[in-house]
């Protein structure tokens, strides 16, 4: 798939930065997941820690994020401790299929 100025490929978003509306860096998209029932997407986004330890998964609705082409990356209007304390998992606890019900309520999103 190409990027235009109006799409671009789910490999392009992977990696990409997300900030906070200061500026602050706050994590990296790290996949993109689609609930398959209702075609609604979700960045999936990884906060990073020292040395990787510790690292955690967010799925948030694509809804929460703007791109900034100024920044080459993604604001999230987010608050760090709001975030935290999402629905989360480790990599070692990746689910199959995670309740995505549960994340539209913690975000105040309709499904």
Do not use: C, F, N
């Amino acid at each position: 798939m190409v990027e235009t100025d109006w799409s671009t490929p789910s490999k392009s978003v992977e990696g990409s930065p997300v900030y906070k509306r200061d500026g602050e860096r706050l994590g990296t998209i790290d996949h993109i997941m689609l609930d398959r029932s209702s075609g609604r997407q979700y960045a999936v986004l990884r906060l990073a820690t020292a040395l990787g330890i510790g690292e955690r998964y967010y799925p948030v609705p694509w809804t929460k994020l703007a791109y900034d082409a100024r920044l080459g990356g993604y604001i999230a209007d987010i608050d760090l401790g709001r975030l935290q304390k999402a629905p989360s998992y480790s990599k070692d606890t990746q689910p199959k299929s995670p309740d995505l019900g549960h994340v539209d309520e913690y975000w105040g999103s309709d499904r």
